[in-house]
């Protein structure tokens, strides 16, 4: 069993917090995976009152008192894909998923992202393992647990490669400064570690976790959920794709059951 690097045990510990402190916008996916919305900017508001200006000097301000009218506009223009009032509504989501979802979510442009380096900081000591349900289609366990264990075994060994490796190499590092033979640590980044974990990190897989803050507005944040909710998305950012639009649709009730109204909103699985 793989033994938590101190960085990963601190993350896991802010995960518990996190969904203790926010349950209807935090997730857990699988055994490692994360996610919540962390911030949002704007409302339904926001989207009536940048609609109206071609149209009226009527503004709100609070999304609770919505008229017909009011409502009946959203609709119209989600309906009728009017994308730039949508485009005024931010969202911030945190998540920590593998490196191989985020390369696929990484390719929605328009969206603004800050990842966890493995150049400053030594990579998350958990991958991702696929549970049965990941492994199977319609009974066919594509994947066997006796795979899956030498999957694991595997990637335990990486890991190890990576943690021993780093450990000699500061080692040598101290013992060195020590003998005089290289020059005193002057404070910010040490050249010698980072260079050392950039070379190490050469040796991480993509089914090793990652961290990223995700800001988005909100006709992209729609573009991602018709996209990676379909069936022909792959499993696991589907799993991701439909976190993220249950923690929105708890923060936006109004618009998420205007866009299932009008068949906007993902296919989900209590809905199919
Ligand atoms: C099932 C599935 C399989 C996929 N397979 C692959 C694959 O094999 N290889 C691969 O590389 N990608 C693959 N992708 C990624 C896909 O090609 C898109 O890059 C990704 O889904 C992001 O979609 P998007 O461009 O709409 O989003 P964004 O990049 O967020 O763009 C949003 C919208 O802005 C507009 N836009 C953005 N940039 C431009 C531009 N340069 N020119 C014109 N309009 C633009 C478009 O209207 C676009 O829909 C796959 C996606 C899915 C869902």
Same mark, same amino acid.
């Given at each position: ?7 990963? $045990? ?14 209807? $916008?935090?997730?857990? !996916? ?21 609609? $109206? ?7 709100? *301000?609070?999304?609770?008192?919505? *008229?017909?009218?009011?409502? *009946? ?12 009032? /949508?485009?005024?509504?931010? /969202? ?19 969206? #603004?992202?800050?990842?966890? %380096?493995?150049?400053? @900081? ?6 991702? =393992? ?11 366990? =594509?994947? #066997? ?12 060994? =990486? ?21 005089? %033979?290289?020059? &005193? ?21 993509? %089914? ?7 800001? =988005?507005? /909100? @006709? *992209? ?15 696991? !950012? ?13 923060? /936006?009730?109004?618009?998420?059951? !205007? ?6 909103? &993902? !296919? ?5």
């Amino acid at each position: 069993m793989l033994e938590a690097n101190e960085g990963t $045990r601190e993350i896991m510990e802010e995960i518990q917090t996190r969904m203790a402190r926010n349950p209807d $916008r935090a997730r857990r !996916i699988g055994t490692f995976g994360f996610i919540e919305l962390e911030d949002t900017w704007g409302d339904e508001t926001t989207i009536l009152n940048t609609a $109206r200006v071609s149209t009226s000097n009527r503004r709100l *301000s609070d999304p609770s008192t919505l *008229s017909d009218k009011d409502r *009946s506009l959203l609709e119209h223009l989600l309906s009728e894909e009017h994308g730039t009032p /949508f485009e005024t509504v931010w /969202f911030r989501y945190r998540f920590i998923a593998p490196i191989f979802v985020l390369r696929q979510w990484v390719k929605h442009r328009v969206s #603004t992202w800050n990842e966890f %380096s493995m150049r400053y @900081r030594k990579p998350i000591s958990a991958f991702y =393992v696929p549970d049965t349900k990941a492994r199977t289609i319609e009974g066919f366990e =594509v994947m #066997t647990q006796e795979q899956t264990d030498r999957y694991v075994s595997l990637m335990e060994t =990486v890991n190890r490669f990576y943690e021993e490796e780093y450990e000699t190499i500061c080692q040598k590092i101290d013992g060195l400064r020590l003998q005089g %033979s290289l020059p &005193p640590k002057t404070g910010g980044r040490d050249p010698y570690r980072a260079r050392a974990r950039e070379l190490l990190r050469c040796a991480m897989p993509v %089914s090793n976790y990652s961290d990223v803050y995700w800001t =988005v507005n /909100f @006709r *992209s944040l729609m573009n991602f959920f018709n996209l990676r909710t379909k069936e022909t998305a792959q499993y696991e !950012i589907r799993e991701y794709a439909l976190a993220a639009y249950d923690v929105f649709g708890h923060a /936006f009730p109004l618009l998420r059951s !205007i866009m299932e109204k009008i068949g906007k909103a &993902p !296919i989900t699985p209590a809905s199919s």
